[in-house]
Structures are given as structure tokens and as C-alpha cells.
């Protein structure tokens, strides 16, 4: 599975922001997805995931009522769409990806990793 996240921008604070990664690969329905972010000087946090099935999602208490990802498997594309964005999102997002749906909150859960996509938030 190969992972290509786009997306990502320069935005002022309170705007909004449509992450996409796209998939190639006819497995990539099989696998969990999730979204991790690194900001300068940070290790890379959990943002969101969802399950292979759709069926489940977890959400860092930072992003939650803010953040939502969702999964289009006709598409092998899965987005994050974050919305209010503040200035302590800016980083570098990654998506993954992982087989399994379970403790999908933790990165050395995942075996596939896209190259990341900027997202800047101005105050």
C-alpha cells in the first residue's frame, strides 16, 4: 500500500481545511487509517483514525468536535476535514496505515506511512 496525503496550507485561525489520502493498492479497503501530526521540535502525536470498516473512529481529545475523518473505499481515499482550526495545529500531518482495528491510537501500530502534508495556522 502506498500513501500520497495532500491537502494541507497556509490558513488563518478559525478556518477550515480538507486533508485527503489517497491509496493505491485493491487492499486498501482492508486496512484501518489513521492521521498523525509532528509540529518543529515535537514528537509526532495521534490525531484521528478510522477502522477498516468505517465503523469505528478515535480522535485526540485535542481535535475532537472539531476534527472528522471519514473514508471513500471506492475511492481508496480517506480525509480528515478539520475545521476551527487553531494555531497550535500547525505541523506536519501525516495518514497510515494499519492492519487491524485495534489501539489504532499508536503509531508503531501502523505499516504504511505517506510522506506528510504541511498545514500552517496563523493567529
Known amino acids: 500500500v502506498q500513501l500520497q496525503a495532500s491537502g494541507g496550507g497556509l490558513v488563518q485561525a478559525g478556518a477550515s481545511l480538507r486533508l485527503s489520502c489517497a491509496a493505491s493498492?485493491?487492499?486498501?479497503?482492508?486496512?484501518?487509517v489513521g492521521w498523525f501530526r509532528q509540529a518543529p521540535g515535537k514528537e509526532r502525536e495521534f490525531v484521528a483514525a478510522i477502522s477498516w470498516s468505517g465503523g469505528i473512529t478515535k480522535y485526540a481529545d485535542s481535535v475532537k468536535g472539531r476534527f472528522t475523518i471519514s473514508r471513500d473505499n471506492a475511492k481508496n481515499t480517506e480525509y480528515l476535514q478539520m475545521n476551527s482550526l487553531k494555531p497550535e495545529d500547525t505541523a506536519v500531518y501525516y495518514c497510515a496505515a494499519a492492519s487491524g482495528d485495534i489501539r489504532l491510537q499508536y503509531a508503531n501500530r501502523y505499516d504504511y506511512w505517506g510522506q506528510g502534508t504541511q498545514v500552517t495556522v496563523s493567529s
Open positions: 493498492g485493491r487492499t486498501f479497503f482492508s486496512y484501518s
